[in-house]
């Protein structure tokens, strides 16, 4: 017992964000080049597995689960309606255990932002921020967008409230504005993504849409942190399931001394995590679960990342100033009050 | 103006008597604090001469060639001043002999710590007798709002900080924002220094080394009973106006003589006094009445919520990207959102302090003190005696000054309810 | 009467060009024209299937007769040909041969993902020449509907020596995956094999759609490239991108060779091998990747622009006359 305390006492002071960089870069890899090695993750993935490109080990949940609805009524029902039953729990499956670390840890366009962002910070280039009413306000376009991409597929196989059936050029509806799927491939050097595709009006709108937004992924990305994460259509899907994962994010509320200091460096910019003082799982929509809120709260046990009821991290005042201050920062004359 | 009535007569014998006044409230509170208590740390020799000190020079390890910059309240970023190369010194004042000096300036019902510091800078009397260049008065209560225009001769150093009377809203934290790169602009026409990042970073780093020896000081005195709170506040208190540095340095060796009492099971006090919290108005230094009158008669002051000993030093400024755009409004963010003064409404996180403090501390009773005149605490006090009840703690509710007249009667009440609090305890035990 | 008169006359046209060389028999994925309703093209390979009982679906087949993709007519199997159906996993399968009064229809279970092999072979002597004649498709089974639970490789194509005695393969491209469809301004490299090896001097004949012809002989590796050209041209606002064509490439090669067959003497041995398959408009007809960039620039500058002026006119700093000091 006394081990295992030293072993959490030694991680509470850890610098998690640097240890994130390090394991960004190996899932950046392993999911843009892991199909090159002959690793083969299924097409349930919840991240941007993008199966345009290449390398990837694996599809992406969102195409799976587009294609998967491409059903007619009468199919959902049908042993087709049951493959994407058990598609979607191989999805829950795989989500659950990383929870929303997978946009944290794994997603290969978290990662790109954030590399835009440390790239933006060398510079010296300030960072924006939404207000709280745009932030309120702008947070639902993502749920818009899952609901689109589920029911559009639904509608090129039915006709909903007697209109016809949507066109087949909305095949993949996200997919064709997905910036991962204009990015991606490039990592692969394949350029082939890049197009306007003038074949008919919707496709016009769709493709001039895809490298559109792709754009707006670069600028905003630079000008704001994991920019394109506030629209994400899968963290939405993976939000729905965040109660039942395995990985956690809690609060202590009554610890919590309403500093803002989580709010400040969360990179998605979430306000809740600081303002709530009475939820205990702390998962926003937006969370990525990064845990640098978790090193920048300077108050003992008020946030702990958990596996199940096991707290693996928590905020320590400690930790946070071990993680925050710079000895060669400071002229003093004593240095050895690192150590307790 | 100002130099001129410095040159009358007059004024010359009111700062020669009160300065020998001030002088001798410094050295019997001192007396009271050394003398009447076994078992003083060591380490907190430095402190005590640092406050036995406090008004003979105004060196006071000082390089003179800084400006000096007054603060009147938690709320001024000491970090911002600090990076523009100054000096601050917190010249909230708790002397009765400033409080009468300051009497002559104010209504008779005011609160005695506005008297007292609008006493102590009308007259030279600040800590170390030094002459800031700027007081820096935050808006908070009212009192205080209308501190600089009572006494023309000395209004235009002052500097008002304004601030916003929530600290929940959005708005309220754009306008606080404002304030302090306002407050910037004031400080680097002052001192003709430009706040640059890496100044401003060192800066933050610094007052963050000496929060982190803070909070292991807090740490300490909380876990095991081995430093009396009349001499943990004497240790905040010098962080008004000691060099950060030195402070820094002392604390730590203080930290480790405590250390060591822990490991060798030494205690100050037995292990059936009573655990405090003390809470309400600050007491400021040599104002230790309430705190040396709950420790003489056999309680244990744990913990205090004052702004003038936790609330000042306890939160931190969290920073993303060491950039001037990431810095100022972390520092701004830490001097707003954070704070539990009760010039805010709502201020529902005082109480949610207290009640963690009280569980995490184990604490047996609460000490709330407000000074008359004080409104702001005054009206608060319902609203943790509300609580407290809720919780099941006992609590005293004191009302005082900076006057020694009440001694005996505020003897008789923290008597009874220390009294009470041993009673109730033997009764848990059984 | 109508119907009668029909066979009767496809009997004879039939007749009259298997007497010609020039007379092929194919597969073809198309449909003829007055096919039943339950015959669509569908998946991303737009396979000809049969709607079957509870939405079940089979893939169907024509034989057909001729070396024009168009006009080729509709012809009924021979009932001492052979027909050979081979699943990915190179199993022999079952197919039905479903044939009404002038046409025949090859109809089987597509169930599982990759290429299924689809041969009709005949041997007759005819002029002191024995004809071996097989037609060939290679059918790619894939709907992405039911994942990907195979890589999304390039999948090599299958030899049947032992079955077939002259095959033509398709070489396979990089980009030659489940998804793959070929478009016209594409190379396609063909190879015949006798035997199981590369046949040289192969007389191949590419036609396309509309009827454009192309010959070539293999080399020593047995190898033929063509170029798939689109051969037809619409305005682009009608411009049909899922418009599927389809080619047919005809192999011959005679040997001298003396035998009997079927009581029959011969002095040569003709092998014609037929493969077929369908392709799309080449993407650069409608897909511009100039005009992909051309508008990710406009936007990237755009909205940078966009954001700059937004930031500073909203910038605190700015608005307190604070000058901004070294890196800001
Ligand atoms: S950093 Fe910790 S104490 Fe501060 S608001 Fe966030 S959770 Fe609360
Ligand atoms: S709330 Fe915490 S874990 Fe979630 S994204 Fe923000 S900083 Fe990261």
Redesign the interface.
Same mark, same amino acid.
């Given at each position: 017992m006394n081990y295992l305390q030293n072993i959490k006492h030694k991680a509470d002071r850890a610098n998690v964000s640097r240890l994130r960089f390090w394991i960004q870069l190996f899932t950046f890899l392993l999911i843009v080049y892991g199909?090159y090695f002959f690793i083969?993750i299924?097409?349930q993935v919840p991240t941007f597995a993008c199966?345009y490109n290449q390398g990837s080990p694996g599809?992406c949940y969102l195409?799976?689960m587009q294609?998967?609805l491409?059903?007619t009524w009468?199919?959902l029902v049908?042993y087709?309606g049951l493959?994407f039953f058990t598609?979607f729990l191989t999805f829950i499956g795989f989500f659950i255990v990383f929870n929303k670390a997978w946009c944290g840890f794994i997603c290969p366009l978290g990662t790109l932002q954030d590399w835009i962002t440390k790239l933006r #910070?060398k510079i010296?280039i300030? @960072?924006?921020r939404y207000?709280?009413?745009s932030f309120q306000k702008l947070k639902k376009i993502k749920y818009v967008i899952l609901v689109l991409l589920i029911a559009i597929p639904l509608g090129m196989s039915n006709s909903f409230f007697g209109l016809a059936p949507i066109n087949h050029d909305m095949q993949s509806p996200f997919c064709q504005v997905c910036p991962g799927r204009t990015i991606l491939p490039l990592a692969s050097a394949d350029?082939?993504q890049?197009?306007?595709? @003038?074949? %008919?009006k919707t496709?016009l709108v769709m *493709?001039?849409l895809g490298?559109?937004i792709?754009?707006?992924f @670069?600028?905003?990305a630079f000008?704001k942190k994991r920019f394109f994460c506030f629209f994400c259509p899968m963290s939405a899907l993976q939000f729905l399931f965040s109660r039942i994962g395995i990985l956690r994010l809690t609060k202590n509320g *009554? %610890? &919590?001394?309403? &500093?803002?200091? &989580?709010n400040?460096?969360c990179d998605v910019g979430i306000i809740g995590i600081?303002e709530d003082?009475t939820s205990k799982y702390i998962v926003k929509d937006d969370c990525m679960m990064c845990f640098?809120c978790v090193e920048?709260c300077?108050e003992d046990n008020c946030l702990d990342v958990r596996v199940f009821n096991a707290k693996i991290f928590s905020s320590t !005042?400690e930790g946070? @100033?071990k993680r #925050?201050? !710079?000895p060669n920062?400071? *002229?003093?004359?004593?240095e050895k009050?690192d150590e307790? | 103006m100002m130099k001129d009535n410095q040159q009358t007569d007059r004024f010359q014998r009111v700062v020669k008597a009160a300065s020998i006044h001030y002088d001798m409230e410094i050295g019997k509170t001192m007396a009271a604090i050394t003398d009447d208590f076994p078992d003083n740390p060591a380490a907190m020799k430095y402190f005590y001469e640092k406050h036995r000190n406090l008004i003979r020079n105004d060196s006071n390890g000082k390089l003179p060639s800084k400006k000096t910059i007054a603060t009147l309240c938690i709320h001024v970023p000491v970090e911002l001043i600090l990076a523009v190369g100054a000096i601050p010194v917190r010249s909230c004042a708790g002397a009765f002999t400033t409080e009468q000096l300051g009497a002559e300036f104010l209504p008779a019902k005011s609160c005695p710590m506005v008297k007292s510091t609008l006493g102590a800078i009308s007259y030279n009397l600040l800590h170390g007798k030094v002459q800031p260049d700027l007081i820096i008065n935050p808006a908070t209560c009212d009192q205080k709002k209308k501190l600089g225009e009572i006494n023309e001769e000395i209004s235009e150093k002052f500097y008002l900080l304004e601030m916003p009377s929530t600290k929940d809203s959005?708005e309220s934290r754009e306008y606080w924002l404002q304030t302090v790169f306002k407050l910037i602009r004031k400080l680097e026409s002052v001192t003709g220094n430009k706040l640059t990042a890496k100044s401003l970073?060192?800066a933050i780093?610094?007052v963050?080394?000496a929060?982190?020896?803070y909070?292991?000081f807090n740490?300490i005195r909380t876990s095991a009973p081995v430093i009396l709170g009349k001499d943990a506040l004497l240790v905040t208190n010098a962080f008004f106006f000691d060099d950060l540095?030195s402070w820094?340095?002392h604390l730590?060796l203080l930290?480790e003589e405590l250390e060591n009492r822990m490991k060798t099971g030494f205690r100050v006090v037995n292990e059936r006094a009573p655990r405090i919290l003390l809470t309400g108005s600050p007491s400021v230094f040599p104002n230790m009445k309430m705190p040396l009158l709950v420790e003489e008669l056999g309680g244990f002051i744990v913990s205090e919520e004052f702004c003038s000993s936790s609330r000042m030093l306890?939160?931190?400024v969290?920073?993303?990207?060491w950039?001037l755009?990431?810095m100022i409004?972390?520092l701004a963010?830490?001097y707003l959102?954070?704070s539990t003064c009760p010039n805010f409404s709502p201020n529902t996180?005082r109480i949610?302090?207290l009640?963690?403090a009280i569980?995490e501390y184990k604490i047996d009773g609460v000490v709330c003190q407000t000074f008359t005149g004080c409104q702001l605490y005054d009206m608060e006090t319902r609203i943790i005696a509300k609580a407290m009840e809720q919780a099941g703690i006992q609590t005293l509710f004191v009302e005082t000054d900076y006057s020694p007249e009440d001694i005996g009667q505020l003897t008789t009440r923290v008597e009874a309810f220390l009294h009470s609090l041993k009673h109730n305890r033997k009764k848990q035990l059984i | 009467m109508k119907l009668l008169l029909r066979a009767v006359l496809a009997f004879c046209i039939l007749m009259m060009f298997s007497l010609q060389t020039g007379a092929q028999i194919w597969i073809s994925n198309s449909a003829p024209k007055e096919s039943s309703s339950k015959v669509a093209l569908t998946g991303m390979h737009k396979l000809s299937t049969l709607r079957g009982k509870?939405?079940s679906t089979k893939v169907i087949q024509w034989l057909r007769s001729g070396s024009s993709v168009e006009e080729s007519l509709f012809s009924q199997a021979d009932s001492s040909a052979v027909l050979l159906l081979f699943d990915p996993q190179k199993q022999k399968v079952a197919v039905e041969t479903i044939a009404d009064h002038y046409s025949s229809a090859f109809v089987f279970n597509n169930t599982d993902e990759g290429f299924y092999n689809l041969f009709y072979l005949t041997e007759k002597v005819h002029n002191d020449t024995l004809l071996i004649a097989c037609a060939s498709r290679e059918i790619l089974n894939h709907s992405?509907?039911?994942?990907?639970?195979k890589?999304?490789k390039y999948i090599p194509y299958k030899t049947f020596a032992d079955a077939i005695p002259m095959q033509i393969v398709r070489e396979r491209t990089k980009a030659d995956d489940l998804h793959y469809f070929v478009t016209s301004g594409e190379f396609v490299t063909f190879r015949a094999l006798y035997d199981g090896k590369p046949a040289e001097g192969v007389k191949m004949t590419l036609v396309s759609q509309k009827g454009w012809k192309k010959v070539l002989f293999t080399d020593d590796e047995g190898i033929a490239s063509f170029e798939i050209i689109q051969d037809y041209f619409t305005n682009?606002?009608v411009?049909d991108?899922k418009k599927i064509h389809n080619y047919l490439l005809i192999a011959e090669k005679t040997f001298t060779e003396t035998g009997i067959h079927q009581q029959k003497a011969f002095t040569h041995i003709k092998y014609v091998t037929t493969y077929s398959e369908a392709y799309l408009p080449a993407?650069t007809n409608?897909?511009?990747?100039v005009?992909?960039?051309i508008?990710?620039?406009i936007?990237?500058i755009a909205?940078?622009i966009a954001?700059y002026v937004y930031?500073n006119r909203r910038n605190v700093l700015k608005k307190h006359n604070y000058e901004l000091p070294s890196?800001?």
């Open positions: 199909g083969h299924g097409s199966p599809t195409i799976a294609h998967g491409h059903l009468s199919e049908s087709r493959a598609g #910070y010296g300030r @960072f924006s207000d709280s009413a350029t082939s890049i197009f306007i595709d @003038f074949t %008919n496709t *493709s001039t490298i559109l792709t754009a707006l @670069f600028v905003g000008a *009554s %610890n &919590c001394t309403r &500093c803002g200091n &989580c400040r460096v600081a003082i640098k920048a300077p !005042q946070f @100033f #925050y201050i !710079q920062e400071l *002229s003093l004359k004593n009050n307790r | 959005e970073k060192r780093q610094e963050a080394h929060q982190r020896l909070r292991k740490h540095e820094s340095f730590n930290n306890w939160d931190t969290a920073v993303d990207e950039h755009y990431d409004p972390a963010d830490r959102k954070p996180d949610r302090k009640l963690s569980e | 509870r939405g992405c509907r039911n994942g990907h639970a890589e999304l682009w606002n411009f991108v993407k409608y897909m511009s990747f005009w992909g960039l508008v990710f620039f936007t990237v909205s940078s954001v930031r890196k800001y």
